[in-house]
């Protein structure tokens, strides 16, 4: 399995909607509140949480382009299509919304790989 890498993000500044300290490389989304909230099963992804803001209002960065070091839910191919799971978390598509691609795989749950971010 290669080392997760990151390679030409394309980011913004947005502001967390909550404390996502613990959620460092999670997919997230935009809610209706312009906030940036932890993705779910099913969510389309505004991106890829690059920071860790501590608290609710705090500015935080997404990459929404490029290749990002990412959090699998499960063991994913290298070349495989993603979607999210009800954790934040990435897994192999299935029937959901595609997230990006893997460029690396990933070993398991909670396990770092790196994917090309598509949202």
Same mark, same amino acid.
């Given at each position: !399995?290669?080392? =997760? *890498?990151?390679?030409?993000?394309?980011?913004? #500044?947005? $502001?967390?909607? =909550? @404390?996502?300290? @613990? *959620? %460092? *490389?999670?997919?997230? /989304?935009?809610?209706?509140?312009? /906030? $940036?909230?932890?993705?779910?099963t099913g969510d389309k992804i505004t991106g890829v949480l690059q920071d860790a803001p501590d608290?609710? @209002?705090?500015?935080?960065?997404?990459? *929404?382009g490029g290749i990002s070091k990412a959090i699998g839910g499960a063991s994913i191919n290298a &070349?495989?299509?993603? %979607?999210?799971?009800?954790? &934040? /978390? +990435?897994? #192999? /598509?299935?029937?959901? #919304?595609?997230? &990006?691609? =893997? !460029? #690396?795989?990933?070993?398991? @749950? &909670?396990?770092? +790989?790196?994917?090309?971010? !598509?949202?």
């Amino acid at each position: !399995m290669s080392k =997760a *890498y990151e390679q030409n993000l394309q980011t913004v #500044t947005l $502001v967390a909607n =909550a @404390d996502l300290e @613990d *959620y %460092q *490389y999670y997919g997230v /989304k935009l809610n209706s509140s312009e /906030k $940036v909230a932890l993705a779910s099963t099913g969510d389309k992804i505004t991106g890829v949480l690059q920071d860790a803001p501590d608290a609710a @209002d705090r500015s935080c960065v997404v990459a *929404y382009g490029g290749i990002s070091k990412a959090i699998g839910g499960a063991s994913i191919n290298a &070349g495989a299509e993603v %979607q999210m799971n009800a954790s &934040g /978390k +990435f897994i #192999t /598509k299935t029937t959901g #919304t595609s997230c &990006g691609i =893997a !460029m #690396t795989a990933c070993g398991g @749950d &909670g396990q770092h +790989f790196s994917l090309l971010v !598509m949202p």
